[in-house]
Every structure is written in C-alpha cells, then in structure tokens.
C-alpha cells in the first residue's frame, strides 16, 4: 500500500513541473540569417541558450560529416528532418535516407502545393495519398511522418474543415506537428484542436503572434508579427497546460522573425516561467 502510495506522489509530482527550458527545443529556420554567415558560431549560441533538441534537415552547405561532428560538439541532437511534399510523392525513399543520415526520428513535410490561395479538396485528397504512401514508408523504417498545417487546411468542407478530412483519412500513416500561431491565424482554437485530436499531434511548434494582426487563411503573415512568447494573442500558458496534458513529444521555438536572436532567450525564459 505505501508503495502504491509513493508511485502516485511521484506522478502526482512528475505531471505538475513546468516545461523546463532544457525541454523545448529550437526549428532552425529561426535562425536562417545566421546560419548563412557562421554555422559554427550558430549551433554555439544555440548551445549557449540550453537548447539539446532541433528540428532542421539540411547541413548549409557543409559534408554530412562535418555538420554532424558540430552537432556533437554542441551536443545537438536533430529530431526531426523536413521534407518536400513533391519529393514524398515521387521519391519518399529519399526523406527516409536523410531523416538516418540526422538520425531523426521524424519527417515533417511543411506545405501542400496548391494553386495560388485557392486550396481545395481535390488538393486534400491527393495530399491523404501522398502522405498514406510515403507515410507507410517512413514508418517501414521506424520514422514518423506528420504534417505542419499553415492555415489554408481550415477552410469549411461538409460541416467541419478540410483539416478534419484530411485527419481522418490518414489515421494510420500521418501524424502533425502543430504550429499554434498557424492555428490561430486562420481563425482556430490552439487547445480546442488538440483536445479534439489529442492522439494525432506530437509536435508543436510554439510562436506567438502579435496583438492586433490581421488573420487569414491562405498561409501568409508578416513574419514581424512573431513576438516573444507569451506576449502575442495566442495563449501560449494555455496551450502548453494542453499540449502537456494530451503529451505532446517534442517542442521548438520557431521565430521567423528579424528578431529572432533577441526573442528567443526571452521566450525560453518566459517558458521556464510557467507553472
């Protein structure tokens, strides 16, 4: 009895700490400019924030070898790899040889190609089979594939959303990375989605938008609309009790911003904060 006691004060104890900033990890693309003028100086200063995980894909430019032996001595691990929605369609064998080269354990594919901002469910549709093929693959070979939404998959489609259709059509091969500001742009609740799907989401990306923007649907927004978490409209304290509650696997900070540098201390910060 008293041990049965003690395992659940532990988990009791274990469910209510914060996310630590050691736990949040960082999307690369944040840190885009940078990374064009010193790679080497790049990883050090994510490395300096206390950042461990990263979600990337490429090498800028350097040999496989040689970008790894700098994520080793970053002590970086790449969790998660990018990957083209044309090449899942024609080569998917191509995002499982990159996610080993990184050792990741997932493929995110961040956009489906459609017309202009005109996304329809002929586009879903033929995103459901592209992502159940190469999703298959992937899982094959021990990879998860999910997909990033940017707003234009919430349009209506027979009572619910496109996003809705294309959720249940591939159950068995996708999951998704949920980027909150990209939910809350088009008109969406952050937590609300993922207490809908609270199984189909094990990525999230955390960026906050500022108050007063303009939403949309067609996947489009001033990337200076990103500020430091917590100080946006998106609810990020709400969304990470959520998104703690349903599991999600792994977090990045993704600020596309010109500002990126400066914000994202005070975002790992302001994370740290949360109770």
């Not at 994520?71 to 080569?91: R, W």
């Not at 995103?127 to 919430?154: M, Q, S, W």
Request: glycine content about 8%.
């Amino acid at each position: 009895m008293r041990t049965k006691l003690l395992m659940i004060m532990c988990f009791v104890l274990i469910a209510a700490m914060p996310v630590l900033a050691q736990d949040i990890g960082l999307q690369l693309y944040s840190l885009r400019n940078e990374f064009k003028i010193d790679v080497p100086g790049t990883l050090s200063k994510v490395k300096q924030w206390g950042i461990k995980e990263i979600e990337g894909g490429g090498t800028y430019g350097l040999p496989q070898e040689e970008f790894d032996k700098m994520l080793k001595q970053n002590n970086l691990k790449v969790v998660s790899v990018g990957a083209e929605f044309d090449k899942l369609a024609t080569n998917p064998q191509e995002a499982v040889d990159n996610a080993k080269a990184f050792g990741a354990k997932y493929v995110v594919c961040f956009w489906i190609p459609h017309n202009g901002d005109n996304f329809t469910i002929e586009d879903t549709k033929k995103a459901v089979d592209v992502f159940n093929r190469a999703g298959a693959l992937l899982k094959k070979n021990g990879i998860t594939l999910c997909y990033h939404p940017h707003g234009y998959e919430f349009r209506p489609y027979e009572g619910g959303t496109l996003f809705d259709y294309l959720v249940k059509h591939t159950d068995k091969n996708l999951n998704f990375e949920m980027d909150v500001f990209w939910v809350k742009h088009p008109g969406q609740d952050p937590v609300a989605l993922l207490n809908k799907y609270p199984k189909r989401f094990e990525l999230m990306h955390l960026k906050d938008r500022a108050h007063g923007t303009p939403g949309n649907q067609n996947g489009h927004a001033d990337v200076e609309t990103n500020v430091v978490l917590g100080q946006g409209d998106v609810g990020i304290e709400e969304v990470m009790k959520a998104a703690k509650k349903i599991g999600i696997k792994y977090y990045f900070i993704e600020d596309e911003s010109s500002h990126a540098v400066q914000q994202i201390p005070q975002s790992l910060a302001y994370l740290k904060s949360l109770k």
